[in-house]
């Protein structure tokens, strides 16, 4: 049973905010700000961040567009390169995006934990019970379809936006931010280790617009609604992100804000006082859900992928007829998040390890634009989505997402070199799959 499209633009749409606004934006600003030193290189480092974004969006539209497919994300490095390369990449972006979305996870249950456990179970084995609870009801909830998991997904996508705006107005109140208990000491690296370092967490808060590709078979008129979706979709998150880093900086000072730890409960409380912890937890965890439930929706399109080009079983391209769920691969992804929920460091790390494979994946992916508009040039003319000053646009977006690689090998050379053993692990896993997967009774399904 092969997939059938049911998303509209709107549905797309907040698929990608969904995609891109995780827990990241209420975290990473203070790796940010302790990275950069000064305001001015802080705002200056989100504004290259949503720069370099809008070009890589923009690419991935012209890619969406050209090649809509389900897993287009796996489907379009096959297609440019070579299937093993594609499956190099991939297969340690499912475990990487596995981690990624435990780890948030377990921050989202960290803030939900105090308004719904008692005193007593407010350890690390309740935060993981509520983590792994809320896997298990979004899992149920996308058994049950692709059109009720896009429903709740706009549903949760509006209460994330309305959290961002929330700590967006704290900036407009009358009320001074408290000065900060002790300076940090100032930042002595060069401005390229500065950038480097600082852009890791800000694509990650950035990160996971191009997973829209992995939709191409499910959205009504892709070659149309994709482009406008993303462009939309980043337009929105870019917004979002600019101003309420402003809205950081200047409740809390920026000082206080590179030495704080509960940055979305400090800044709900200056807005809404002794109910600000509470609100903001119940809106962070609704956030956390949003952002689980979209990777729930996207990565088995991964598998699909994986499996039509015959490196998985056929059992992970297995569309239920009537709810146009690939029960199987949804099942696999659930468990592995479940498992990465035991074997988590802290957050920097993973942001690190996501980021390595995130950067490697992102401008491969995008190289592929020069490929596709050779191999594809009789769709030119047809209504497709064409990228502007093409090629200065996805050669930016490349180049500094490899210049964010080298600085992860440079700040972290152990963490990049393990991660690279997973990745080149994947070219003799690619072929034994070749090998060892079969389809049944001789007939692809």
């Known amino acids: 049973m092969s997939i059938k499209p049911k998303l509209g633009p709107f549905d797309l749409t907040m698929i990608v905010v969904g995609l891109v606004i995780g827990m990241g934006i209420f975290r990473t600003p203070i790796s940010v700000a302790r990275e950069t030193g000064t305001p001015v290189l802080f705002y200056t480092v989100w504004v290259l961040g949503g720069l370099v974004t809008l070009c890589g969006a923009l690419t991935y539209a012209e890619i969406g567009s050209r090649f809509p497919v389900a ?4 489907k379009v490095l096959s297609y440019g ?7 190099m990449i991939n297969w340690t972006l499912v475990i990487s995006n596995a981690a990624s979305v435990a780890a948030v996870c377990l921050v989202g249950a960290e803030y939900i934990g105090p308004v719904l456990l008692p005193e007593t179970l407010q350890h690390e084995g309740g935060r993981k019970g509520i983590a792994i609870g809320a896997i298990v009801l979004l899992y149920i909830i996308n058994m049950l379809g692709i059109r009720m998991s896009a429903s709740w ?21 009358n009320h001074i931010a408290p000065a900060p208990l002790q300076a940090a000491a100032p930042v002595t690296h060069g401005w390229a280790y500065i950038f480097g370092a600082a852009l890791v967490p800000v694509f990650f808060t950035y990160g996971g617009y191009q997973q829209t590709i992995n939709f191409g078979s499910d959205v009504r008129e892709p070659s149309k609604n994709m482009p406008k979706a993303i462009f939309l979709g980043i337009t929105i ?20 804000l590179k030495q704080t730890d509960a940055l979305a409960a400090r800044m709900a409380g200056v807005f809404f006082g002794e109910y600000g912890f509470k609100i903001t937890s119940v809106l962070l965890f609704l956030s956390v859900l949003g952002y689980a439930n979209v990777n729930l929706m996207s990565n088995p399109r991964m598998y699909y992928a994986m499996a039509e080009d015959g490196v998985l079983p056929a059992v992970f391209k297995r569309v239920n007829g009537k709810t146009q769920v690939q029960e199987t691969a949804l099942t696999v992804f659930v468990v592995l998040i479940v498992g990465m929920l ?14 390595l494979f995130d950067s490697i994946g992102l401008a491969s992916a995008a190289a592929t634009i020069f490929i596709l508009r050779k191999k594809t040039k009789h769709l030119d003319g047809t209504g497709i989505y064409k990228l502007k000053l093409y090629p200065l ?3 930016f977006f490349i180049t500094v997402y490899l210049f964010v690689t080298v600085n992860i090998f440079i ?16 070219l003799p896993i690619y072929f034994f799959m070749k090998r060892a997967v079969r389809p049944v009774g001789g007939v692809k399904e």
């Open 71 to 74: 897993g287009g994300f796996y």
């Open 237 to 256: 998150i870019l917004l979002l992100y600019i101003t309420v880093n402003y809205s950081y900086v200047k409740v809390m000072g920026f000082e206080q």
């Open 81 to 87: 390169f070579h299937p093993a390369y594609s499956f």
């Open 393 to 395: 646009v996805p050669v």
């Open 411 to 426: 700040k972290d050379p152990g963490q990049a070199f393990s991660g690279m053993f997973w990745f080149v692990a994947g």
């Open 342 to 355: 035991y074997f988590l460091s802290n957050f920097d790390n993973i942001i690190r390890y996501v980021m």
């Open 153 to 173: 997904q706009n549903v949760l996508t509006v209460f994330k936006i309305t959290l961002v705006l929330m700590l967006c107005l704290a900036a407009f109140t």
